[in-house]
């Protein structure tokens, strides 16, 4: 069994900031790419940004280039998210997402989710 427990989401005046977290934990062989993605009420989930354990790099989404940063822990097994320069828009439930080999083989996990909320 593999769990992904996210924290630090809450309530930020805009252009304040917040770090997110993700730690996965279990069964956990090796994680291939770990990532965030936040839907908003009415919206489709949609990717924040990801990256590849190995060294392959980062992707965001356009909308939040230049002020959000993806990084991941020294144990690989953690993802964080600093966001900057926060927006109204970025509010979303963002969750965690990670590609990974558990016991079994590939396998994609999903965090319960942890709501970001950016005041005017």
């Known amino acids: 069994q593999v769990q992904l427990v996210e924290s630090g989401g809450g309530l930020v005046q805009a252009g304040g900031s917040l770090t997110l977290s993700c730690a996965a934990s279990g069964s956990v062989l090796r994680i291939v790419r770990m990532g965030w993605y936040r839907q908003a009420p009415g919206k489709q989930r949609e990717l924040v940004a990801s990256?590849?354990?190995?060294?392959?790099?980062?992707n965001y989404a356009d909308s939040v280039k230049g002020r959000f940063t993806i990084s991941s822990g020294n144990d690989k097994n953690t993802v964080y998210l600093q966001m900057d320069s926060l927006k109204p828009e970025d509010t979303a439930v963002y969750y965690c997402n990670a590609h990974l080999y558990n016991y079994v083989g590939p396998d994609e996990y999903w965090g319960q989710g942890t709501q970001v909320t950016v005041s005017s």
């Open positions: 990256l590849f354990t190995n060294g392959g790099g980062a």
